[in-house]
């Protein structure tokens, strides 16, 4: 297994701007989690989905934030519009069941806005 | 509130001897222990984890240990090599539930 996959690796945009970021969590995992990742919060739950269906949301920062997991494959972040503070590393993790055996992470986004 | 906190956010240690690693927890809920490790430009592996009804696991140079009482945990490297320079993240579980993730420390070991 390729592992969870995330795309793209890199992301810089300009402040005002609709960012998607991209996962492909671990075939046969049927929980997915998108964390962010800032020196003051450490690694920060803001959202995940149990058997594609979106169960806690409460993390996600604010309106301009969504996700979605339209099938057991894939899911997306989405930020519109984009500003400054939101500059971080977003991770995306799938496990079996929602922790009890680890999550699997992917690599990563690191998203700039400027 | 942080119910999984990790109060040292850096970690500075001699190549080849002990680094400790702390991580408080506050919900006795919680059953199920991890850490994790964490380079740049990565995300986090699993490293090592323990369940609430031992009081210490070990995995080669990794050792966590899990006082229930105090509600503490901590992960002891022996030797500290240059190679496990990372953050590193405790997190804890209840029930199989989501996972709650501490802030990480940082462990620099020095050649």
């Known amino acids: 297994d390729a592992g969870v996959i995330q795309s793209p690796r890199h992301e810089v945009t300009e402040m005002g701007q609709e960012v998607t970021l991209r996962c492909k969590p671990i075939?046969?995992?049927?929980?997915l989690f998108w964390y962010r990742q800032t020196m003051m919060r450490g690694l920060e739950l803001l959202i995940y989905f149990n058997n594609n269906v979106p169960i806690d949301d409460s993390g996600m920062p604010e309106d301009r934030f969504s996700a979605k997991m339209p099938n057991a494959s894939f899911s997306t972040l989405k930020i519109q519009p984009s500003e400054p503070r939101d500059s971080a590393v977003y991770f995306c993790?799938?496990?079996?069941?929602?922790?009890?055996?680890?999550?699997?992470f992917g690599s990563g986004t690191r998203l700039t806005v400027v | 509130d942080q119910q999984v906190k990790q109060n040292s956010p850096s970690l500075s240690v001699q190549e080849g001897r002990i680094s400790i690693l702390n991580c408080d927890y506050t919900?006795?809920?919680?059953?199920?222990f991890l850490w994790y490790k964490k380079y740049p430009a990565e995300g986090p592996t699993f490293l090592i984890s323990i369940s609430s009804i031992k009081d210490k696991n070990e995995d080669g140079r990794f050792t966590v240990f899990l006082n229930k009482s105090a509600k503490h945990l901590s992960l002891h490297i022996v030797p500290s090599q240059p190679g496990d320079s990372a953050v590193y993240f405790c997190?804890?579980?209840?029930?199989?539930?989501?996972?709650?993730f501490g802030g990480g420390t940082r462990l620099m070991v020095k050649p």
């Open positions: 919900n006795s809920m919680f059953d199920y």
């Open positions: 993790a799938s496990s079996y069941y929602q922790g009890f055996y680890g999550y699997t």
């Open positions: 075939s046969g995992h049927n929980s």
């Open positions: 997190a804890a579980s209840n029930a199989g539930n989501m996972l709650t």
